[in-house]
């Protein structure tokens, strides 16, 4: 399969401690994207890179809240102290940007969180 | 800034019957619109999208939307619903004047009954 993988795909945690996923885009890929979706809504921004430079954070990316895309390829995004509120799904997307054109994005299958 | 509201929590329809599931925004400069559908334990998957030119767009399954600038809308439709279109379905916009920021309503449940 050669869409975007997500690891892991749950995690239940207890308030306070500190959690990281990953994300492995598609390969070519050069724009990853990370979300939170909370039940009954649609996703929200958090960030994203293109390439490895962090180019946007939403204010939702608070300082508990980090994210890392060391060579470009896989990101990280680890939050620290977590909190019950940090209960959602955390998804990520890729998209290729051509020139000249709107790249699509597309989304792996996300983490869902659950903070005890 | 952009926002992206999807009137309806619930749509209903029966099998072979028109469906359309509503999407209206706004931005402040010019709109890049998406349709994406969320099976359940599955991730979103890209439907179709607008960024310039014909105001139809035709996407995946079957689907097309319509560009409607005048009235800021993005409506998604199938001519013939099928029972495997039971979904989620967002609406996005991201705006030319706010980076990356892509901004998604809060979904609408397709029921097809057969």
């Known amino acids: 399969d050669t869409g975007v993988s997500q690891d892991p795909r749950h995690k239940i945690t207890k308030r306070g401690q500190n959690v990281t996923f990953r994300c492995d885009p598609i390969?070519?890929?050069?724009?990853l994207y990370w979300y939170r979706q909370t039940l009954g809504q649609g996703p929200e921004f958090l960030t994203y890179f293109q390439n490895e430079a962090q180019l946007e954070k939403s204010r939702l990316l608070s300082d508990r809240f980090s994210a890392e895309r060391p060579k470009g390829s896989f990101s990280t995004l680890e939050i620290q102290r977590t909190e019950q509120g940090d209960s959602a799904m955390y998804l990520c997307a890729s998209s290729l940007l051509p020139a000249g054109s709107q790249e699509t994005q597309y989304f792996g299958p996300g983490t869902r969180l659950l903070v005890l | 800034a952009q926002s992206v509201a999807q009137p309806e929590d619930q749509v209903n329809v029966a099998e072979g019957n028109p469906l359309t599931v509503k999407c209206t925004y706004s931005?402040?400069?010019?709109?890049?619109l998406f349709w994406y559908v969320q099976y359940p334990n599955r991730g979103l998957q890209f439907l179709l999208k607008?960024?310039?030119?014909?105001?139809l767009v035709k996407g995946s399954y079957g689907f097309e939307a319509e560009f409607n600038k005048s009235q800021t809308s993005f409506h998604l439709k199938k001519p013939s619903a099928l029972v495997s279109d039971s979904a989620l379905y967002f609406c996005?916009?991201?705006?030319?004047?706010?980076?990356?920021?892509?901004?998604f309503g809060p979904g609408t449940r397709l029921s097809v009954l057969p």
């Open positions: 390969s070519e890929h050069n724009r």
């Open positions: 607008y960024i310039t030119g014909d105001n």
């Open positions: 931005v402040s400069g010019n709109p890049y």
């Open positions: 996005a916009v991201r705006d030319e004047n706010y980076g990356q920021n892509f901004v």
